[in-house]
């Protein structure tokens, strides 16, 4: 050290060009080292796409149709066997959740239920049963069905053991139960299941978009994906930036989905709802209706009502709110629990508060969580009941579920009951969350909010 100190009082003693030079010298030395201690980002791996799975839509639902043209066929031949039965439902799974079809639905679980009843005991589609319910929302009957594979008389394998993990953690979501939600899912890596997705999902839900979007990212990484599973997670990205205001973030994010898996329905559905809110009205509506005219999904029509609506087309809005009003009563005839939380929406927009509020009542009851109970406040305040409605919401608010909405719901309540103080302090959490939480066109979102 005291040799240090003397060669930095010689170098004050150099001509100062000299010390000049030296002073750099050692300056660049100091950074290089100081770059070469610090801490270097590794950079992502590429997203790998796989080449397995169809490469669009119209493939990926005709791939579907001729493997349930041959399973049917062959079922006919072997009416006793439940393992074939399964292995429709399964094609018909696939299908709806590409199509969004609640006849595909309802044909997978009329194919679940000839499996039921010619299994012996012991065995069946059980856990297929189980994955439906949840897609279905019918929780207690998931619940049922991951019960009695735990009672078999061979424990499952690890992969089904993380399959039942997960849809449990699923049920607890669901259940407002969102802790024992979390815990679930990380579970799944025990039986080397990677639990990223279904965290992701979590994450977003409970405030913490920046761990949702790595959640996705190491997803997305993980190997060589299908283009479907490329675009589906491209949606999820799409979806937690909608969520806290960044249109532009999402706008690409549903592009990358549309590139990665051309044809896809629901990818242009939110492309369309990007227009909306942008405010190039006439083009969503093209967009819209040309969607609509491909694909039975009501809540197209309902996007299509709000769009005219906003542009004062009231004969247009009334003629397309019957369209979606005729499309939610056959979803609610043919599978209830699956089409409430729609179905209230479209009510609150187009149809009657007191049929608004009974079927949110339904749809809480059912799975009483964060998403449930925000529309159920929205229906308690369309029906002037904001006292009420700022119960609900207290309790989201004391959970973790975080969203922008939950706050716009209790500010509308605040306001209602002459709290001015309380709606603006609510309206200021709902705008830290999402800086575009009062927009005027955010009334024009139907997908992913």
């Not at 549309?258 to 227009?275: D, I, K, N, S, V």
């Not at 769009?307 to 003629?319: N, S």
């Not at 209830?336 to 939380?341: I, M």
């Amino acid at each position: 050290m005291r040799h240090a100190e003397d060669d930095m009082i010689a170098a004050l003693r150099l001509p100062p060009t000299r010390a000049f030079a030296w002073l750099v010298a050692a300056a660049l030395v100091i950074f290089a080292a100081a770059r070469w201690l610090e801490p270097r980002s590794v950079p992502e791996p590429p997203i790998r796409r796989s080449g397995a799975g169809a490469p669009d839509y119209a493939i990926a639902v005709a791939d579907i149709d001729r493997l349930l043209t041959g399973l049917r066929s062959l079922a006919a031949g072997r009416p006793g066997d439940w393992l074939m039965q399964e292995r429709i439902a399964h094609q018909l799974m696939r299908r709806a959740r590409l199509t969004g079809s609640f006849h595909d639905y309802a044909a997978a679980q009329a194919a679940i239920d000839r499996g039921l009843a010619s299994a012996t005991p012991g065995a069946g589609p059980h856990l297929t049963q189980a994955a439906l319910a949840l897609s279905l929302h019918r929780l207690g009957l998931a619940e049922r069905m991951l019960d009695k594979v735990g009672r078999y008389a061979m424990p499952p394998e690890a992969e089904a053991r993380a399959g039942i993990d997960a849809m449990r953690g699923d049920i607890a979501l669901y259940r407002g139960h969102y802790a024992a939600a979390e815990q679930a899912y990380l579970r799944l890596s025990k039986d080397g299941e990677p639990p990223d997705y279904r965290l992701a999902i979590f994450w977003s839900a409970t405030g913490r978009p920046d761990d949702a979007l790595a959640a996705v990212r190491r997803v997305e990484r993980t190997g060589l994906i299908p283009g479907q599973a490329l675009a589906q997670l491209a949606l999820l990205r799409g979806t937690i930036e909608l969520r806290r205001g960044n249109w532009d973030q999402a706008d690409a994010a549903f592009s990358d989905a549309a590139r990665r898996f051309p044809g896809w329905w629901l990818t242009e559905a939110y492309q369309a709802q990007l227009l909306a809110l942008r405010g190039r009205l006439p083009e969503a509506t093209r967009a819209f209706e040309a969607l609509a005219r491909r694909n039975d999904d009501p809540a197209l029509r309902d996007a299509i009502a709000g769009l005219y609506r906003a542009r004062g087309d009231y004969a247009a809005t009334e003629l397309w709110a019957g369209r979606a009003t005729r499309g939610w009563d056959e979803r609610l005839r043919l599978l209830p629990e699956a089409a409430l939380g729609h179905a209230v929406e479209h009510e609150l927009a187009f149809g009657t508060p007191a049929r608004a509020l009974r079927l949110a009542r339904q749809d809480f009851a059912n799975r009483p969580h964060g998403a449930t109970a925000i529309a159920l406040g929205w229906a308690l305040i369309a029906n002037n009941r904001p006292a009420d409605a700022l119960r609900a919401i207290d309790a989201v608010n004391r959970s973790s579920w975080q969203s922008a909405e939950q706050h716009l719901v209790a500010a509308r309540a605040h306001a209602l009951l002459g709290q001015s103080d309380a709606a603006d302090a609510e309206q200021d959490e709902a705008l830290a969350i999402n800086p575009r939480a009062l927009d005027p066109n955010a009334t024009l979102l139907w997908y992913g909010h």
